[in-house]
Each structure stands twice: as structure tokens, then as C-alpha cells.
């Protein structure tokens, strides 16, 4: 796609994407190891969660480092947001709130291993917040875009939480499961986070592609070059596989017993990973297809 490229021309390519896609899994990730700290009683299922989401969500984060550093090709450039500093610039406050979110997981597994609950529970609040900004400074340096109109929509930023929160649960789901630790009560509270975030996605779905429909000229652009190149991923895995398929899993027992399959913990896994394939597809179709229309400028 990107071969014939003048050279001024330097888009955002797989590197952003999984970028993207991980910075968000590891956010929601915390925020359920966070769960019962931050939550108290309510979140007591996931409590056996809080040293292995810990861990999780920290190895994550060093991974999304190198990417960040191989997309800018100039490592030097790596620390450019926070020195020149801007504060209406969403990179410059993700690059201060990532290794922020780095040390509040730090203290958060200091606070369980020294038994110390008070350095605990702030620093699972101080990370859950941390965590939301996460996938939020993502979708708002989309928006910010304004030469890509694609971009340029409000609603950008709160799919991603909402895609973060469905990788996320999938993940926790997976976990859990391969460990023989994803009780039912766990598994029914994880099935109400994908309930919320697979329920939110279609509706923002569906607005995303109104808006294509009747968008300006370079957003039908786009919409066209989705519906010609990237059909399958879009339409297919993105909103069939990734969103309707979780949505009938978790709903289901809620609306008929037939459906009672849907609150089985292999169930709920098999709902989070679908939701976790179309939350990096969705992302991927987005970022390189709102590029198309603005390659030459």
C-alpha cells in the first residue's frame, strides 16, 4: 500500500497499531488487577487476579517502548514530548502518563509484596486513572488530526477505551482460564465488562459509518477505500467476529435459557478474544485507511 510513497511522506504503519492495540490491553488489564483495591468488596472475584494482571500489564508496557522508539527511526526524537513540552499536545501528556503508569504499577505490586494496603490502594486508584488515559490520549492523537478527516470524529477516543476495555477482558479471561483460576463469579463479572464495551462498540460502529456515508468527499474517500480494500477486515472480522459474535455470547443468557452457555467461563474467553481480534482489526483499518486520503499533500 505505502511502496510508491513520495519521499516527504512518513505514515503510521503496523508499529502505531500494535502500539495502540497494547498500551490499551495493559491499561484494562491493571484496572482489573486494580479491581478490588480500588472497588473494595464489589470487585471481590477478581482479587486473585491482582499479582498476575500486575506483572501482565507492566510487561506489556516495556514492549510498546521499543515500538514507539522503531516508528519515530530516531531514538534521540523519544523524548522530544516531554521536553518541549505542549500542553494541548494528547503525545506529550501520553508520554508523561506512560512511565507515570509504569510506576504506579511498580508501586501497586510494592504495596501487595510488603503487605503495606494503604500504598496499595492508592496506587491502584492513582493507575486506574492512569490506565484510562491510556487508550483516551491514543484515539484523541487520531482525532487531533485534522487533515485526516477520518480522524478528525469526537467519538475516535472513546472507542478506543471501549475496544481497551474488550481486549483487556479478553486477555484477564484468557489468563485465567489457562491458570484454572477463572471462577464463575469471575467469569459473570468479566461478561459484564464485555456486555458494556461490545454494546458501546456497535453503536459507535454504526455511527462511524454513517458518518462515512454522508462525510465530506475525503471521508467517502476512505469509506471507499475500506469498502474496496479492506472489507473483510472491516465489516467481517471488526464488527461480525469482533463485535456481534461477543455481543450474542454475553447477551445471550440475559435473554433467553437457551443462551446459558453464555455465562460458562470458556464461553465468556471465547466471547473476550473475539472482542480482542476485532479490537486490533478495527484499529488497524482505521489507522491505515484514514491515511489513504491524505497521502499526497
Not at 519515530?72 to 505542549?86: A, D, E, K, V
Not at 501487595?112 to 483516551?136: C, D, E, F, N, V
Amino acid at each position: 500500500m505505502f511502496e510508491y510513497l513520495p519521499m516527504h511522506v512518513a505514515p503510521w504503519g503496523v508499529e502505531i497499531v500494535i502500539y495502540f492495540f497494547l498500551i490499551g490491553t495493559a491499561s484494562m488489564v491493571f484496572a482489573v488487577a486494580a479491581g478490588h483495591a480500588t472497588f473494595g468488596h464489589v470487585a471481590e472475584p477478581l482479587k486473585n487476579f491482582e499479582v498476575t494482571g500486575a506483572i501482565i500489564a507492566l510487561v506489556l508496557l516495556a514492549a510498546v517502548v521499543p515500538l514507539l522508539i522503531l516508528d519515530i527511526s530516531q531514538p534521540w526524537r523519544f523524548l522530544n514530548p516531554i521536553l518541549y513540552f505542549r500542553w494541548t499536545s494528547p503525545l506529550s501528556w501520553g508520554s508523561l502518563f506512560l512511565p507515570l503508569f509504569g510506576l504506579a504499577i511498580l508501586g501497586f505490586l510494592y504495596g501487595i509484596y510488603t503487605k503495606h494496603p494503604l500504598i496499595q490502594r492508592y496506587s491502584a486508584i492513582l493507575g486506574t486513572l492512569l490506565a484510562l488515559s491510556m487508550p483516551l490520549y491514543t484515539g484523541l492523537d487520531l482525532m487531533v488530526n485534522h487533515a485526516r478527516e477520518l480522524w478528525a470524529n469526537p467519538t475516535i477516543p472513546m472507542l478506543f477505551v471501549v475496544l481497551s476495555i474488550t481486549s483487556g477482558a479478553g486477555l484477564v479471561a484468557l489468563v485465567q482460564l489457562v491458570l484454572g483460576r477463572l471462577t464463575q463469579p469471575m467469569a459473570r463479572q468479566i461478561r459484564f465488562m464485555l456486555a458494556f464495551s461490545t454494546g458501546v462498540t456497535f453503536w459507535l460502529f454504526l455511527g462511524l459509518v454513517m458518518t462515512m456515508v454522508y462525510g465530506t468527499e475525503e471521508v467517502q474517500g476512505a469509506f471507499a477505500a475500506i469498502n474496496s480494500d479492506f472489507a473483510l477486515e472491516f465489516y467481517g472480522i471488526a464488527f461480525v467476529i469482533g463485535t456481534l459474535v461477543p455481543m450474542v455470547i454475553v447477551f445471550g443468557p440475559m435473554l433467553h435459557k437457551v443462551m446459558d452457555f453464555g455465562r460458562k467461563p470458556i464461553a465468556v474467553t471465547i466471547a473476550g478474544l473475539c472482542g480482542a481480534l476485532g479490537a486490533y482489526v478495527l484499529r488497524d483499518v482505521l489507522i491505515h485507511a484514514g491515511q489513504l486520503a491524505q497521502l499526497y499533500y
